[in-house]
């Protein structure tokens, strides 16, 4: 019976590591490029010895990246460590705002993963560069940080460069939380003067969870801290976000009313849901993971799709080769200050979140819309989280203006006279559609994200619907 059982315990490890390792979420493959030792690739800036010393302004000064690539941009970068007992580390990456930094809205972006880099944003997504090469980048012309101060975050600890020594792994989305809230009161402590400014997280996909979490994080904590170490946050937008599994895995219809999958397949998919739901209220989570990854298996097998963060583009969308020989290259290295350090892949963090990823953290939602603006924005034409499927979980969000959402008129925004997507508001909450966007918004439709950041920053709405009826 003992050899039976172990056989039986590693079937299932065996399993979960296959279907991990095709389907780790939403984690693109990382190029690993080696780190060439005969050149001076410097070394990494833990900005947190500047801070503890009192050596504010020299530290700004060491974080400050000087390096003819970037254009003449004025950034920062460097490492916040936010857990001493295991070296774990935080790499940032900050850009003032181009317009009016010490009064224009501070911007953090989290990427999903768990254990994609938030360099994939700032290269891929809303950044002020692009690739041209892979030596080169182009100034983006949809760039966030021309009205607002942007912070890429790489989170957790042993995502992209950022650190951890063993057992310092996050497993939770409590950690997570409290690691990131470290992480940004020591980025206020190095720019002081922009703690009184608006502040708002962002990000996508599995930043479903990571936001939720460091928003009640700052919320419980602002209300213990003196004011001058409260953060002044005002909102949080989540993109195509995976924050509710139980009431986001209903692939099979989805995929079905689109012409993906034919009736049989969708009830091989409606059998794996309905075992992942098992397994998510019967508390087996890492059980849950391996349904919800065999839904995507059967869909890829089945259709010939091999990426799932838009159906328009049957081809894997996950690729940013050129930026990840960019910043391993020897003198990019040098310039931000990450040293030998390794660009991770982000398989650890993977797999040390593995019980999170089925997990709820639909339940810290109420009390954050209560207390700030919160805007759930998802593209059309994503299949990994598809926009219905982040509808079926806010239908059922019990808030205070729960029964308003539910019978609210649907808008329409407009971006340069042309329907960028639609839009339902009940107090606090908003929910957005974009239009022909896939899981990745900004990459998809530049245009169109740079107004929505600046229109939810800046409270304005989106609802444009009576204003072109007059114009």
Known sequence: MHRVGFCLLLCISVQLSLAASRHPFVNRQVKSVPINELEDNGSPLILTEYIVKGRIEEGVKAAEVNHPAFLNVTHYTGFFTVNETFNSNLFTWFFPSESDPLNDPVVVWLQGGPGSSSLFGLFGENGPFEMKNEKEVNLRKERWSKTHNLIYIDNPAGTGYSFTNPGGYAHDEEQVGRELYEALQQFFLLFPKLRSNDFFITGESYAGHYIPAISYTILKNNRLASEKYQINLKGIAIGDGWTDPINQLNYGEYLYQHGFVDLKMKNELNAHRDKAIDYINKEQFAAARIEFNLILSIFEDGTGYTNPYNYLDINDGGSSSLMDVFVQSSDIRKAIHVGNLIYHDGNEVNNALNSDVMKSVVHLLPELINNYRVLIYGGQVDIIVAYPLSVSWLEKLQFSNAEEYK??????????????????????????????????VPTDQPTWASDLINRFTRNKSFDDSLWMKHK
């Open 407 to 440: 019978t609210a008129r649907r808008g329409t925004w407009y971006v340069n006279n042309e329907i960028a997507g639609f839009v339902k508001v009940a107090g606090n909450l908003t929910d957005l559609l974009v239009r022909n966007a896939g899981h990745m």
